[in-house]
């Protein structure tokens, strides 16, 4: 049964999202934390989206991450998504240091719309970058050299694919490495992954996609052990939110089922959990919903745009 108390939890979530941005310790930042298709997503005539339509909330983003280190000048994105224009800028500002408009690396977790096509605005079309590093697991790297116009960004050398492996560390600065890890979802064109983000005091995870934690061959409770903080999929609240819709076409762990899987677990593990990857319809969206209110006292957190993590 899933407790409802309040815990020191918020007090973190706060306290996360209170710290400076002019950081000198290397972090994170939530560039976004909707689902693939936005918010307001096309076709909706939902309550959840009509306001939207009329006035935009800027916060309402699709799910990707920012790191900085500022002691080498530097910051990377996890995704290049529809929203990528101003999450770069976002990235940017936030950094605190004198740099270019775009990146020194994007990585990328797969090939669903809301988590590539951004790399679109790097052609020649749009700012026609000179060789941005884009990494990616083989199948990815694949598909954008087989299918165009994302070949045209390889041609034009406006990219430069840089292949993962799987478990395999990648060293951005002295301070900063990150592994990709294999997880099970709808892999129709690419594999999918996560990702391990290490500092030199802090780690984060990054499971924006998965089908069910079931099916992946880790222990979701074990490795949050091993992380200060995880940012995780909770696209969907529970099965009522979107039963007009096949869920075995689009499988995605319940927010629900997330918190009972850790309903046994201390609050000290709670509170590193953060959900992300939002659907339109899903009511942790709105701060003053029931659903939002149960997920915080269960002592849970939901990523919020612009949150800082230092690491």
């Known amino acids: 049964m899933i407790r409802t108390k309040f815990s020191y939890s918020l007090l973190f979530f706060l306290f996360v999202n209170s710290t400076t941005y002019f950081s000198q310790s290397p972090f994170i930042v939530v560039l976004g934390t909707t689902q693939d298709a936005g918010s307001p997503q096309i076709g909706c005539t939902k309550k959840c989206c009509s306001d939207l339509f009329k006035n935009p909330d800027p916060s309402r983003n699709v799910v990707s991450l920012g790191i900085v280190d500022s002691k080498v000048n530097k910051f990377w994105m996890i995704e290049s998504t529809p929203d990528f224009i101003t999450q770069s800028k976002t990235l940017k500002e ?31 079309e749009s700012v026609s970058s000179k060789k941005i590093p884009v990494y990616t697991m083989s199948r990815m790297k694949g598909f954008l050299m087989q299918n165009g116009p994302w070949n045209q960004l390889i041609n034009l050398n406006n990219i430069s694919i840089i292949n993962m ?146 690491l």
């Open 165 to 310: 492996d799987p478990d395999q560390s990648i060293q951005l600065s002295n301070d900063i490495q990150i592994i990709p890890f294999l997880v099970p979802h709808r892999d129709e064109f690419s594999e999918t992954v996560g990702f391990k983000i290490m500092g030199p005091n802090k780690s984060i995870l990054f499971i924006p996609d998965i089908d069910k934690w079931g099916k992946w061959n880790k222990d979701l409770a074990y490795e949050l052990k091993t992380v200060d903080a995880a940012f995780i999929d909770g696209t969907f609240y529970d099965s009522e939110e979107i039963n007009h819709r096949n869920m075995a076409e689009i499988p995605h762990p319940f927010v629900v089922e997330t918190m009972q899987l850790f309903d046994t677990e201390d609050e000290k593990i709670k509170s590193k959990l953060y959900f992300t990857h939002l659907n339109h319809t899903n009511p942790l969206l709105d701060t003053t919903s029931k659903q939002y209110r149960e997920v915080i006292l269960n002592g849970f957190s939901v990523s919020t745009f612009k949150q800082i993590v230092n």
């Open 94 to 124: 936030i950094s605190g240091f004198r740099h270019d408009e775009l990146p020194d690396g994007i990585f990328i977790t797969h090939a669903h719309i809301g988590h590539y096509t951004g790399l679109m605005y790097l052609g020649r």
